[in-house]
């Protein structure tokens, strides 16, 4: 079994920046991609970034490219995403998650275009407001 332990979150201003973490716990060399979705009230939830383990390779959100950045620690099986130009917009509650493989851009834009099971994180709110 895999969890997922998210940190970082908040409540920022307009133009401000946040940070979150996530890190992986259990079985976890079976995990290959790895990302970020959000979800906002009344919406569903969308992918922002996305990242594989082994390459590093990304995939972003056009909503996000230029701002958001995602990187991921190997050695300590973590990943982070680094948002700057907070946008009201933005808020929303954000999630970690890891699949054993994935295409980065099917799984950005659809969560459920994965191999093996989805594992999330507990979720965060970020909030953007003045």
């Known amino acids: 079994d895999v969890q997922l332990v998210e940190s970082g979150g908040g409540l920022v201003q307009p133009g401000g920046s946040l940070n979150l973490s996530c890190a992986a716990i259990?079985?976890?060399?079976?995990?290959?991609?790895m990302g970020w979705f959000r979800q906002a009230p009344g919406k569903e939830r969308e992918g922002d970034a996305v990242?594989?383990?082994?390459?590093?390779?990304?995939a972003y959100a056009d909503s996000v490219k230029g701002r958001f950045i995602i990187s991921r620690d190997n050695s300590k099986m973590t990943w982070s995403l680094q948002m700057n130009n907070l946008k009201s917009e933005d808020t929303a509650v954000y999630y970690c998650?890891?699949?054993?493989?994935?295409?980065?851009?099917?799984?950005?834009?659809?969560?459920?275009?994965?191999?093996?099971?989805?594992?999330w994180g507990q979720g965060t709110q970020v909030t953007v407001s003045p």
């Open positions: 998650a890891a699949v054993t493989g994935c295409s980065l851009v099917p799984w950005l834009r659809d969560p459920g275009q994965k191999s093996g099971p989805i594992n």
């Open positions: 259990g079985k976890t060399n079976v995990l290959n991609c």
């Open positions: 990242i594989t383990r082994i390459h590093g390779g990304t």
